[in-house]
């Protein structure tokens, strides 16, 4: 979090702010993925991460500053960092299987 003295940001620009480290990583890793030709980046969406259960993909919109993920459809308690982290590894492989199908057969009709 930013702290905040006496001075007045607008919570707008302090989550622009706070994004900028995590743009300048993504960049830096492009670019060296640009030096060694065998690696890959793959940019997956993490837009609700947090907020969909890994288990049975309910989405749980008014999670707030929970640190647990907490399913009401099914039960599964969960730290929510993990939770996210692991729907992220999710949508690659589902990327990636819709990627590689397509390759290998064609695109689906």
């Given at each position: 979090?930013?702290?905040?003295?006496?001075?007045?940001?607008?919570?707008?620009?302090?989550?622009?702010?706070?994004?900028w480290?995590h743009?300048?990583?993504k960049?830096?890793?492009?670019?060296?993925t640009?030096?060694?030709?065998?690696?890959?980046?793959?940019?997956?969406?993490?837009h609700?991460?947090?907020?969909t259960c890994g288990?049975?993909?309910?989405?749980?919109?008014?999670?707030?500053?929970?640190?647990?993920f907490?399913?009401?459809q099914?039960?599964?308690?969960?730290?929510?960092?993990?939770?996210a982290?692991?729907?992220i590894?999710?949508?690659?492989?589902?990327l990636n299987r819709?990627?590689?199908s397509?390759?290998v057969?064609?695109p689906t009709l």
């Open positions: 979090m930013v702290k905040r003295a006496n001075r007045r940001i607008r919570s707008k620009t302090t989550r622009a702010m706070l994004g480290s743009y300048r990583f960049q830096r890793l492009i670019n060296k640009r030096e060694y030709l065998w690696c890959k980046v793959t940019i997956c969406d993490e609700y991460t947090s907020k288990n049975c993909g309910y989405l749980h919109k008014k999670l707030g500053s929970n640190k647990t907490e399913c009401t099914c039960q599964i308690e969960i730290d929510r960092d993990f939770n982290a692991r729907n590894v999710l949508r690659f492989l589902t819709a990627e590689s397509d390759s057969l064609g």
